[in-house]
């Protein structure tokens, strides 16, 4: 688990590397995209528990239990498996997106309550106009490229772990017997609806950001930049 805690934090370090010298709308009290719809993996749902553990914060996880009857975004593929579906000759078809309207469980006076600890589907969500006035996020194409690159590694470095909506993956790394199921790789995909993650076979980058993203790539880890 430390290895692969490390691996996440170096993947966050690349993320604010690449984010330096843009100019972001995102600051503290603007919460607009802190909504019920974040996914993340048990990678970094192990973290966030590890930091609440930490913090004193458990309490926290109670909140989640109260609005897990809420409607929200439940992925239908991880992105890994999605890249190699559009790598292959696969139909894809549109994924139904069920959005809840509701905020993070997370989110408290409009702060995250795990701002340090927060996963990389939060701090990938950058914006360079305020949101709130457009409704929608303004992003350079590169960032976004990067994110989706970040988003691959992630998965690829949980291998034997899940992914699903942040709710459901904190709900069920929350309860020790799963967190020690997870711990020793023993994870069963399709509890609390949540999907095996899959290695990274074919990055998603298009061709005008290949040049660019290779010293993304090597900042990563030499060794996994190899899988391009
Ligand atoms: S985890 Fe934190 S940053 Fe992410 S959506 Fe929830 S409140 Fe916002």
Redesign the pocket.
């Known amino acids: 688990m430390d290895e692969k805690l490390a691996a996440l934090t170096q993947i966050y370090r690349v993320l604010e590397n690449t984010l330096d010298g843009h100019l972001l709308a995102c600051h503290r009290g603007c ?1 607009a ?3 019920l719809n ?1 996914t993340m993996t048990t990678l970094e749902a192990y973290q966030i528990i590890n930091y609440l553990n930490q913090t004193e914060g458990m309490d926290l996880l109670e909140r989640l239990s109260s609005s897990s009857d809420k409607s929200r975004f439940i992925p239908e593929l991880t992105i890994n498996a999605l890249a190699r579906r559009c790598a292959g000759s696969d139909e894809i078809s549109e994924e139904e997106h069920t959005l809840g309207r509701g905020v ?1 469980p ?2 408290i006076d409009d702060a ?4 340090t600890a ?2 990389l ?2 701090r990938t969500m950058v914006s360079s106009r305020d949101c709130r006035m457009t409704g929608y996020a303004t992003m350079d194409p590169f960032i976004l490229s990067v994110n989706n690159v970040l988003m691959q590694f992630v998965e690829h470095v949980d291998q034997g772990g899940l992914t699903g909506n ?1 709710t459901d993956v904190l709900l069920y790394l929350s309860e020790k017997e799963n967190r020690h199921a997870y711990e020793t790789g023993a994870v069963i995909p399709g509890a609390n609806g949540l999907l095996a993650n899959h290695a990274l076979t074919v990055l998603m980058v298009p061709p005008e950001h290949r040049q660019p993203m290779a010293p993304v790539l090597k900042s990563l880890n030499p060794a996994m930049a190899e899988i391009t």
Not at 112 to 115: G, L, S, T
């Open positions: 919460a995209c802190c909504t974040v993070c997370l989110l995250c309550a795990v701002y927060r996963p589907a939060c942040l």
